[in-house]
């Protein structure tokens, strides 16, 4: 069960829009449905009908659902052939990230016009300080509803969000909010709003944990809260014991950082069908591999460690990683180191998923690089950059060439001469290679 169906729906009037948001300076705003959101903004005669997002192939996985959908069951990370059994009417579309990374870019500036203290967690939510903005723009909750009225504006689409003292009950009254709405938790009543929920509710309970808790008699966050911490360390170990005993006290300190570090760029892909081809194999991790260095390139960053995932056809998942001298962005390099692992690895199986990672990231302006001996100046890495747009001088020079070859084809041009005739056409064309121009003759000077 999504965490989204953990959180009761239920809004009473003293955490709605209305209530004493006194000291609630964390936003969570959360897009509804993003990406099925964005493809109906793109297609309106798709509003009102259920829309999945996903991968369409008999592997594939349900990205998004519009709520049209999920009335059927259908949920996020859900196999796309079971979509299919519960929602057979819906219509199944491909992602298109190039289309919600810039939903996403406009959504991210109206964030940082009201507040710069911005974290993006994802591509479609993100944490907002506001405590700096109030003597500008009002209290808190009539900052979410002016953000909520823009982004609906702006861009066609909706959002939710929950107002909070904190991230952790901002981020579950934003749960609550959806879809469309707003829920805002009284400094004087974060309690009160927390304890009655599951503790599935709760960040860091999953599906096994919660039923190590329930075999405990722990259902709510209330009951975790008056548990000994002894008997939640005996049975989840000290870590997660201390995290769930701090949250069920609603004690969650952590500041908005606005900078979100990426840990690691990759890209991954599940087979339509179990896959055995060293072939097939090896052009799908270049594939992967080009998109990784894309991506990397796209962020400004490059990476010292490349990993590979192996997937078997039993669901035994693989992984080999290896550091390289320096980091790169290059894709040839994260290519040739991907094959020696999976070369060196040999699982000798049919295999479903195949993924590249790089790991260690550093920004590009600022990693060292190092020319290894014998190598050129010049390589792999030149070819990747996008090349520069020509100057404006260059472009003048370009243009008189051309001139000048306009002049030998209306003067000079013969079908075995330079300004040879295309057949049948009559239009002449340079010959190919370089262009040599003659020297201007000296301008005259009197004695």
């Not at 040599?436 to 301008?443: C, I, N, S, V, W």
Request: charged content about 25%.
């Amino acid at each position: 069960m999504g965490r989204s169906q953990q959180v009761p729906r239920g809004e009473a009037a003293r955490f709605g829009p209305d209530a004493d948001d006194t000291g609630c300076t964390i936003l969570h705003v959360d897009m509804d449905a993003f990406y099925a959101s964005v493809e109906v903004r793109r297609r309106p005669d798709l509003r009102g009908k259920p829309v999945v997002v996903g991968g369409i192939g008999p592997r594939g996985v349900v990205s998004a659902a519009s709520y049209e959908a999920r009335r059927f069951g259908v949920r996020s990370a859900m196999p796309s052939v079971r979509a299919r059994r519960l929602c057979p009417q819906a219509v199944f579309l491909p992602p298109d990230f190039t289309e919600y990374s810039a939903a996403s870019r406009a959504v991210m500036r109206i964030f940082r016009e009201v507040t710069p203290l911005v974290e993006p967690l994802s591509m479609d939510e993100a944490f907002l300080d506001i405590a700096g903005a109030q003597r500008l723009l009002g209290r808190p909750a009539a900052i979410a509803a002016l953000i909520r009225r823009r982004i609906a504006d702006e861009q066609a689409l909706t959002c939710s969000v929950g107002v909070a003292p904190s991230k952790f009950v901002a981020k579950l009254a934003s749960t609550r909010a959806k879809p469309d709405g707003m829920v805002v938790v009284p400094a004087g009543l974060v309690l009160e709003y927390l304890h009655p929920l599951p503790v599935a509710a709760l960040w860091g309970v999953g599906e096994r944990s919660a039923e190590v808790l329930q075999r405990l008699g722990l259902r709510t966050v209330g009951d975790l809260s008056q548990a000994p911490v002894g008997m939640l360390r005996s049975a989840l170990g000290e870590a997660a014991a201390q995290h769930l005993h701090e949250l069920a006290w609603a004690r969650d300190p952590r500041p908005v950082v606005p900078e979100h570090v990426e840990k690691s760029i990759g890209a991954e892909v599940t087979f339509d069908v179990d896959i055995d081809d060293p072939l097939v194999l090896r052009r799908t991790l270049l594939a992967l591999a080009r998109r990784a260095a894309g991506r990397l390139r796209g962020a400004g960053q490059v990476g010292r460690t490349v990993s590979i995932k192996v997937r078997m056809a039993d669901f035994r998942t693989l992984s080999r990683s290896r550091t390289l001298p320096g980091p790169t962005d290059v894709t040839n390099e994260i290519f040739e180191t991907a094959w020696a692992l999976y070369d060196a690895l040999r699982p000798g199986d049919r295999i479903r998923l195949l993924g590249v990672r790089i790991e260690g990231l550093l920004d590009a302006d600022r990693a060292p690089r190092q020319l290894a001996l014998g190598a050129r100046e010049h390589g792999w890495a030149e070819a990747e950059r996008p090349r520069t747009r020509p100057s404006p001088g260059s472009a003048r020079r370009r243009s008189s060439r051309q001139a000048c070859w306009s002049r030998v084809r209306a003067g000079l041009g013969s079908r075995n001469g330079p300004g040879r005739r295309d057949r049948g056409t009559g239009v002449g064309r340079p010959p190919q290679g370089k262009i040599t121009t003659p020297e201007p003759r000296p301008a005259f000077r009197p004695a």
